[in-house]
């Protein structure tokens, strides 16, 4: 199996905020930003496993600013890690100002999806390499959040989370 960039699963969506969508402060509810960006992270992991997924977790969601009725919102979507069957994607989440069209981070997000066969069974994915700096950034922590989580979730100890070691060491 080939390894592939994490350019190669960019998913951008954009699309507009309605009043449909809104609270009573007029401002997306975060249940609609989670939904978009869970469709724009299976997109992704689509791209990259040439698989069907399925959403494993969301492992971190900040809602660093508020998306108001109106807005043009952008989800940047791509793979930033692949492990055997699953696959982190790292998202961008940006608002376009109504008046200047100046864009402006609003959020990210970081999801885990399984590539599965038609069975549903968990099924192996291509590596990835990343290219950019960033690229590389996001790849390394990966492997940290990952170790994170499955201690926290008693699937592996703390002894053997090697990533992890070296942060505190």
């Known amino acids: 199996m080939q390894a592939k960039t994490p350019s190669e699963s960019i998913c951008v969506m954009t ?15 975060g249940g609609e930003l989670l939904a978009r960006m869970d469709r724009a992270a299976s997109i992704a992991a689509r ?8 959403t494993a977790s969301v492992n971190h969601v900040a ?24 696959m982190e994607i790292f998202m961008d989440v940006w608002i376009e100002d109504r008046e200047s069209g100046v864009r402006a981070k609003a959020n990210e997000a ?7 066969d038609e069975t549903g ?13 960033l690229e590389k950034s996001r790849f390394e922590a990966a492997l940290r959040r990952k170790q994170l989580s499955l ?5 592996m100890k703390a002894h053997d989370a090697t990533e992890l070691k070296a942060l505190f060491q």
């Open 110 to 116: 970081i999801y885990t999806f399984v590539a599965v």
């Open 63 to 86: 809602f660093n600013r508020t998306v108001p009725l109106g807005s043009v919102v952008t989800i940047e979507a791509k793979v930033s890690r692949a492990f055997k069957t699953s």
């Open 121 to 133: 069974r968990p099924t192996q994915i291509p590596e990835i390499n990343p290219e950019t700096d």
């Open 15 to 29: 699309d507009l905020v309605l009043p449909s969508e809104t609270n009573p402060l007029n401002n997306l509810f």
């Open 151 to 155: 201690v926290l979730a008693g699937k």
């Open 47 to 54: 791209r990259h496993s040439r698989r069907i997924v399925v």
